[in-house]
């Protein structure tokens, strides 16, 4: 018996999860580890409760803001979702020149720790509210350093072809950095293991 239902891989679960949706030829595209990210602007000052929503209408904004097309990865793309993390980006409003990229945790917004995110896939929820505290360090199982922010998934949630998805994050009152100088920009990566378009064979 095979065992990618015992104990399936990365690669067994999209195979099998994009099979379903209909996208049987995954299987036969290259291997890859896939990173996608999107930022959006973060306003200044004291904030109500507020919901900021990645990867939705991505197809507005350009490099360096994201390297995801429309919302949804492209033909022969799948991933895994195996990791995240957020960052608070800062951009002198003169030069438009990108001048600092800190975690979420060393950006001087201690609330914004009591976030909660959750993923949804063509708008159906796919991992429920979960506490931007599990992030820090302090409550990170697998921080190997004081300032690790990455969000490890205990569950590879796939995530189909030509399918999109969001994440959102809501936050607590906060009071967010202000400059005159300065736009401030938050962002979302996610990482994995995917599949790339291979037209011409298998590799």
């Known amino acids: 018996m095979s065992n990618d239902f015992r104990n399936p891989t990365a690669q067994a679960k999209i195979v099998d999860t994009t099979t379903k949706f209909g996208a049987p030829g995954i299987?036969?595209?290259?291997?890859?580890?896939?990173?996608?990210?999107?930022?959006?602007p973060l306003p200044e000052g004291l904030q109500p409760?507020?919901?900021?929503?990645?990867?939705?209408?991505?197809?507005?904004?350009?490099?360096?803001?994201?390297?995801?097309?429309?919302?949804?990865?492209?033909?022969?793309?799948a991933m895994a979702l195996e990791r995240m993390y957020l960052f608070i980006v800062s951009q002198?409003?003169?030069?438009?020149?990108?001048?600092?990229?800190?975690?979420?945790?060393?950006?001087?917004i201690p609330g914004m720790s009591l976030s909660i995110f959750q993923f949804a896939i063509a708008n159906s929820v796919v991992i429920k509210a979960t506490p931007v505290t599990s992030i820090k360090p302090q409550f990170n199982r697998y921080a190997y350093f004081a300032d690790y922010n990455v969000y490890h998934f205990d569950t590879d949630v796939v995530i189909p072809t030509l399918i999109e998805f969001t994440m959102t994050l809501k936050v607590p009152i906060v009071v967010n950095p202000t400059s005159v100088t300065l736009n401030y920009y938050i962002g979302c990566t996610i990482e994995g293991t995917g599949s790339i378009l291979a037209p011409r064979s298998t590799f």
């Open 27 to 40: 299987r036969k595209q290259q291997g890859s580890t896939i990173v996608k990210y999107d930022i959006i």
């Open 49 to 77: 409760v507020s919901t900021y929503t990645f990867f939705f209408d991505s197809q507005t904004r350009a490099f360096p803001f994201t390297n995801l097309t429309d919302g949804k990865l492209q033909v022969g793309e």
């Open 92 to 108: 002198q409003v003169d030069t438009g020149q990108f001048n600092n990229v800190q975690s979420i945790d060393t950006a001087g």
